[in-house]
């Protein structure tokens, strides 16, 4: 994996958008050509070419990553993945058609974005007939070396063993008299040399996975395969680069202290956040404000009781708020206290459902976070009643606390919605890596890959 701005990025899924992108790009500088010369008109030079070229790239290739074209069910199903680029050549042909509306002239086309939109199908899905043999291939994926044999390299296995997985195990070494659990585990007594055992597999990784580290941690072997070129890397480390995810089995405070991140220099990062909250929110309040004012109606026509509804909610510092939401529930469905939403939660109302679906319930938070009490991005703001509990059965839970609650976040577009104690601890996971490895560029692609969470209601209830 590459790391880019603190978030790791399978190689397979960069090269593919890295070729992609210039497919895309030349789908539209080829209909540009194909146009003009069918009217018999002088095409231009490339230069004249390129910023409508570019445009159009970008365009599409930022609808296909929000919509999942290069999500794992998208990289192993063609079907799924022609599915969803349809749907984002779709979208990006309508945001071109805004970009040529902003900037005026004959910018794009319309029968140049045809020609483009056809080749904007068949590309990408070419790309991935020709590619995917190599690119699932074992030779490009990397080789891992586990040191450990216990329940920790069991995991390892069954993760590499996962079709979007890009790493495979070349071998486990035990490395203490224990039971291995993983049986084809060698015994480190059996190999002389585990320098010259990691160069025989031809590793270019070795992870360290021992359940117990006292009087059993290998450091002289692991600096000679350090010193050899071959990364090194931890177990709880490895889990974060490779899911995505901080994993609560196996973190510890002394890992949470002195891993990379929690970064001190987010002042700035911090700062555009706001201005981007302020602005957004602004825009998106004008423009939705019929709809919430129409729902508002609707709300009160299909079910006694008020439109709005407040509730408080767990901020910044522990400080509580109130959100405020188009009411979907009963008036009276927590007459016997808070309660967990559930699956075809008979609280809901008619018209809740479809609200509910559509996340329109969700449209007058914009106002909480033009206020500053919650921002675009962020960990789901929890109800006190349901926080103290949680705080007491799941490890670091207070530390979610220390980045600002948002209306969308990673746990989100990550993790199905979930209503439990287990489900609190999967979403607390993916929460605390966005604290971790928070950068405006984890913001934006949180909010690109929201889309993907409402066009197919993956995730709501």
Known sequence: MIRLFKHYIPH????????????????????????????????????????????????????????????????????YAAARLMVAVGLGIVGLAFLNFIFGGQTFWRSTLAYSMGLALVLPLLNRLLSGRVLGAEAFRRRILVLGAGHRAERLRQLSEKPESGFVIVGFVAMT???????????????????????????????????????????????????????????????????????????????????????????????????????????????????????????????????????????????????????????????????WAQKNDPRVTR?????????????????????????FVGPRPERPEFVGELEQQLPYYAERHMVKPGITGWAQINYPYGASIEDSRHKLEYDLYYAKNYTPFLDLLILLQTLRVVLWREGAR
């Not at 919430?292 to 408080?312: C, E, M, N, T």
Request: glycine letters at 8%; charged letters at 20%; a neutral charge.
């Open 351 to 375: 018209l809740g459902q479809f609200i509910r679906k559509t996340r329109i319930d969700e449209l007058p938070q914009t106002w909480t976070v033009l206020k500053g009490e919650m921002s």
């Open 177 to 339: 008299d224990a039971p291995p659990v993983v049986k084809t585990a060698i015994c480190r007594g059996a190999i002389g040399n585990l320098t010259s055992h990691v160069e025989a597999l031809a590793a270019t990784e070795v992870v360290l996975a021992l359940e117990e580290r006292r009087n059993s941690l290998p450091l002289a072997d692991l600096l000679r395969i350090k010193t050899t070129g071959v990364h090194v890397n931890e177990f709880a480390s490895f889990m974060e680069r490779e899911t995505g995810r901080v994993d609560l089995d196996t973190v510890n405070p002394s890992w949470l202290i002195f891993s990379d991140g929690f970064s001190s220099g987010r002042a700035v990062s911090a700062a555009l956040k706001r201005v981007f909250d302020i602005a957004a929110s602004s825009l998106l309040l004008a423009l939705t404000a019929p709809v919430i004012a129409l729902f508002a109606l609707l709300v009160k026509l299909d079910s006694a009781g008020p439109a709005f509804f407040r509730q408080r909610r767990v901020g910044l510092y522990g400080q509580d708020f109130d959100v405020i939401k188009l009411r979907s529930m009963r008036n009276d469905a927590e007459a016997n206290g808070a309660q």
């Open 12 to 79: 397979a899924v960069l090269l593919l958008g890295l070729v992609d992108f210039v497919l895309l790009f030349f789908a539209a500088d080829f209909a540009w050509q194909l146009r003009a010369w069918q009217i018999g008109m002088d095409p231009g030079g490339f230069g004249d070419r390129f910023w409508p070229s570019l445009g159009f790239a970008l365009t599409i290739e930022t609808a296909m990553i929000a919509v999942g074209v290069y999500g794992s069910e998208s990289l192993r199903s063609m079907r």
